[in-house]
């Protein structure tokens, strides 16, 4: 069904008979996921269906069109992650685990390397006969063909994490760096017929991947690492720019209790304490550790002493909620994915506030982000090339947040130009071909609506719809007439 905008207008009479949409829980927003790295963003209804904006040059769907939100999977999803290298992750209810995408790297646990996914496959994590707890707890024998069920995942640049209902953490992918944490540096995935193998046995709660590094959190609360720590992102005092000294492929402990969340970024690390403390670590080129300065930082450094509630790390920024609901970032602003309204692209060193209320989740890419506020509107900013709002906009990026979801409808304005002209304008929020119909009675189907102009709206910074009608004033009847989107309902 197309989306219509219902502004209606007669000669010389405005009438406008927008309905604001009753708003239906079954189809409300409730988690939004970038990759650090990724060019793609994707959200989660109620409903458990999944869709994506941007996901046609990079999660292998397969859908041929960026231009607006899509809806990947119907029903049944609970969580999902976007990797950097063009690969996605999604949890199903039934805690089964699935992928599409690119498989080079074995991201996706299938056997054949050279392959791109363009339609879902599931990850099978059940085939492993003996394995050992990388962190020195002794071998642990599983059934060959026992169930295992997920309760999340996490995509890095090209390797992927798995958490079992039972606290044990699984790993598939790039192991050039030790980012799985297996002890063992393989250069591109495991070796043998089975591509996901357990890294942890029990007791892991939460998990975060970042480029070529992965980091989780355990039931005591104690914070982990294991892969690249070139920038100190693992931050257990080392770094080493030049990629030789500084890798750990063990988990290795980097803090030893109260974290409860934890993000990974490009190259740093963020985390957040039971008292509401923000902490960082790793590389801060631009600011993205939020201290100040410039240069890496080895060592988890407090940036926030309270209040924070939410941590989002992007490629090369970072993002957190407080619990009064406000918005604060810093570090690289390139493409105004910062949301401050600046168009310098200048870094930002220390927090800064972007919201001052009713923001309740975040998630960020390498140059954009996406935000949720409380009444259930999503919100991007940033970087928009490759479709990343789904807003129909072609080549743009914004400094200010846009409204994505609901679409908000373009007013129509009607004005007579000069004698019997008729001039109608109106401000469009999404990008696509745009069509002024008319027609003489309000409750004929659109089917019976006659065409009488069509503007295509390609740019953000040129949003406007204008049409002018001649010798269209005609006292002996009425007209009305309406603008349509060629967008359908998300």
Not at 333 to 349: A, H, I, K, M, N
């Amino acid at each position: 069904m197309r989306a219509v905008f219902n502004l209606v207008l007669a000669a010389l009479f405005l009438q406008a008979v927008i309905a604001s949409a009753a708003k239906n829980p079954a189809t409300s927003i409730t988690n939004i996921t970038i990759g650090s790295s990724a060019n793609d963003s994707l959200f989660l209804k109620s409903n458990g269906s999944l869709w994506g904006m941007g996901i046609d040059n990079s999660s292998g769907f397969g859908i041929a069109s960026n231009s607006y939100p899509r809806q990947l999977v119907a029903s049944g999803v609970v969580a999902m992650a976007a990797g950097g290298d063009n690969f996605t992750l999604f949890l199903k209810s039934d805690g089964t685990v699935w992928g599409t995408g690119y498989n080079y790297l074995g991201e996706l646990g299938q056997t054949n390397y050279a392959i791109q996914v363009i339609h879902p496959v599931e990850i099978a994590l059940s085939n492993i006969v003996t394995v050992a707890d990388r962190k020195g707890h002794g071998p642990k024998k599983r059934q060959c063909g026992t169930p295992v069920h997920v309760t999340a995942v996490a995509a890095g640049f090209g390797h992927s994490l798995f958490l079992e209902s039972n606290g044990s953490l699984w790993g598939a992918g790039q192991d050039d760096e030790g980012q799985l944490g297996d002890g063992k540096v393989y250069g591109s995935f495991p070796p043998g017929p089975d591509q996901a193998e357990e890294i942890v046995s029990s007791g892991v709660t939460k998990i975060a991947a970042g480029y070529d590094f992965s980091l989780f959190i355990e039931s005591n609360g104690s914070l982990w690492g294991m892969g690249d720590n070139s920038w100190g992102q693992l931050g257990d005092g080392h770094f080493d720019p030049l990629y030789i000294f500084a890798d750990t492929n063990l988990p290795e402990e980097i803090v030893p209790s109260n974290v409860v969340a934890v993000a990974a970024g490009f190259a740093h690390s963020l985390f957040l304490k039971s008292d509401g403390s923000l902490w960082a670590t790793g590389q801060n080129l631009y600011g993205q550790i939020g201290n100040g300065a410039y240069g890496p930082v080895p060592r988890p450094e407090m940036i926030v002493s309270n209040d924070v509630t939410a941590i989002a790390a992007g490629g090369y920024s970072s993002f957190f909620i407080k619990k009064d609901g406000s918005l604060w970032a810093m570090g690289d602003d390139e493409y105004g994915e910062l949301g401050d309204s600046t168009t310098t692209g200048d870094p930002v060193r220390q927090p800064e506030e972007i919201l001052s209320s009713n923001v309740v989740a975040i998630a960020t890419g390498q140059y954009h982000c996406l935000f949720l506020k409380s009444d259930g509107s999503l919100w991007a900013m940033g970087d928009d090339r490759k479709g990343e709002f789904g807003d129909g906009f072609v080549a743009s990026w914004t400094s200010v947040p846009e409204q994505i979801l609901p679409v908000i409808k373009p007013l129509l304005i009607e004005s007579v130009s000069s004698g019997t002209n008729l001039q109608f304008n109106a401000t469009c929020t999404i990008g696509g071909n745009y069509y002024l119909l008319t027609g003489t009675n309000l409750a004929e189907p659109l089917s019976h609506w006659t065409p009488i102009w069509t503007n295509t709206i390609l740019y953000h910074d040129y949003p406007t719809f204008s049409a002018i009608l001649t010798n269209a004033v005609n006292c002996d009847r009425q007209r009305f007439y309406m603008l349509q989107s060629q967008a359908k309902e998300f």
